[in-house]
């Protein structure tokens, strides 16, 4: 079976532009979070979607946006690019959101590399 | 969620076993105790979890102290392949709800041949 897979896996922008990176999850899996993970840093918690509605937000600007399609697909949207955004953008997906007995083991992507020049 | 701590790395030889700290000294009566790890140029993969009793499973097993406030990933044999960051990760039951996982900054786990 095909795990969480995400496009582009390399990506290159400038300030100032838009960058749409997309994932699509485990088959049956209908909740996917996205994580933003910088150099040297563990993943950072971006936004999280189940049944095609946002169930949770991080500490993340509003040029950060995200929609999950009727298929459990997401899209996550950052405008305004800054060098900062320069980053390893994780996808994961799982069943249920998050909890349930807390076995919600989260299964991730290998992640778009996203560099702002 | 509860702060963990971990060492900022830890060297093994291979076919050792492994034992990876992690302090969770605020941890709350309905946090579960996740261990996942980072290889490198991937996401990161889930290992375990734990709410009170250790716990085995193919990968790896955890322990925890009797008063929650430690716990130990527990690698019986170390491989090259085992060469990753491990992230200690409390978890609040959420009940259907959607916080993220709080991730730190792990341990680097070096395997020397």
Not at chain 1, 65 to 87: C, H, I, K, M, T
Request: hydrophobic share 30%; charged share 15%; glycine share 10%.
């Amino acid at each position: 079976d095909a795990g969480v897979t995400q496009s582009p896996t390399h990506l290159i922008k400038t300030r100032g532009q838009h960058v749409t990176l997309r994932c699509s999850p485990i088959s049956g899996h209908k909740s996917v979070s996205w994580y933003q993970q910088v150099l040297g840093q563990g993943p950072q918690f971006i936004f999280q979607y189940y049944e095609k509605e946002e169930r949770g937000r991080g500490n993340f600007p509003d040029r950060f946006s995200a929609r999950q399609f009727p298929n459990y697909s997401s899209e996550l949207n950052v405008n305004a690019l800054l060098l900062g955004d320069s980053a390893l953008y994780l996808c994961a997906s799982s069943l249920l959101p998050g909890g349930q007995g807390n076995t919600g083991e989260l299964f991730f992507g290998e992640g778009s590399r996203l560099t702002v020049l | 969620d509860a702060k963990t701590t971990q060492p900022n790395s830890m060297e093994s030889n291979e076919e050792e076993p492994v034992h990876l700290p992690c302090n969770h000294s605020t941890i709350s009566g309905t946090d579960y105790i996740h261990w996942y790890r980072q290889l490198p140029s991937q996401g990161p993969e889930y290992v375990i979890h734990g709410l009170t009793s250790n716990v085995n499973n193919r990968m790896a097993s955890l322990a925890i102290a009797e008063d929650r406030k430690s716990s130990t990933l527990i690698l019986h044999r170390a491989t090259l392949r085992d060469a990753a960051v491990y992230y200690c990760i409390l978890r609040g039951y959420s009940g259907g709800g959607a916080d993220g996982l709080t991730f730190g900054k792990g341990t680097h786990l070096i395997i020397q041949p």
